[in-house]
């Protein structure tokens, strides 16, 4: 009966952002906003990120969140240089422990906004553009097959927005 009651609401948030998306006087700010919100909501997740690459670097820019404070989205908690190579390969990224995890950089920064797991997943917009929607958790976390398919249909639908918001601004 829970098993149900998740699906149902999983298919609801889904719907709720393909409607947001195709709205003509949604910003892209809010829509992206709309999408890691559930995506934590969804999950119990503290907080949640999409980033984007930097054209011409391997910096991941933040271009939306949610739960999460401006001093933890600024201290590169990820080994950006191990991250970048794995969202451009199409890894997805599952930390359960940050407190043993070699690619945690910042380990302080982690304890500090109480931050012990994540979940990564890649998305490309287009042949040039990648992003990443980042799910972080305060306990250790093991995601269900469910939860990951919904995480990676947001992922998807941030795209999609971002595609739709490029074409709109080019009419």
């Known amino acids: 009966m829970q098993e149900n009651k998740m699906l149902d609401s999983y298919f609801y948030a889904l ?9 003509e006087d949604e910003d892209l700010a809010d829509v992206l906003h709309f999408i890691v919100s559930l995506a934590t ?10 980033r984007v690459f930097e054209q011409g670097s391997f910096d991941l820019k933040a271009v939306s969140s949610y739960g999460l404070s401006q001093t933890f ?7 950006s240089g191990k991250s970048a190579t794995e969202i451009m390969e199409g890894d997805t990224i599952i930390l359960t422990d940050f407190e043993n995890d070699p690619r945690i950089k910042n380990l302080q920064a982690a304890q500090k906004e109480n931050v012990n797991a994540l979940i990564g ?15 972080y958790f305060s306990s250790k976390k093991v995601p269900t097959h469910e939860e990951m398919e919904m995480l990676n249909s947001l992922g998807k639908l941030s795209c999609l927005a971002i595609e739709h918001s490029v074409i709109r601004s080019s009419q």
């Open 41 to 50: 909501e969804l999950t119990n997740a503290k907080g949640s990120t999409i």
């Open 73 to 79: 989205l600024k201290s590169g908690v990820i080994d």
């Open 15 to 23: 719907n709720r952002v393909i409607d947001v998306i195709y709205r």
């Open 121 to 135: 997943i890649p998305l490309t917009v287009n042949e040039t553009t990648y992003s990443i929607l980042r799910v």
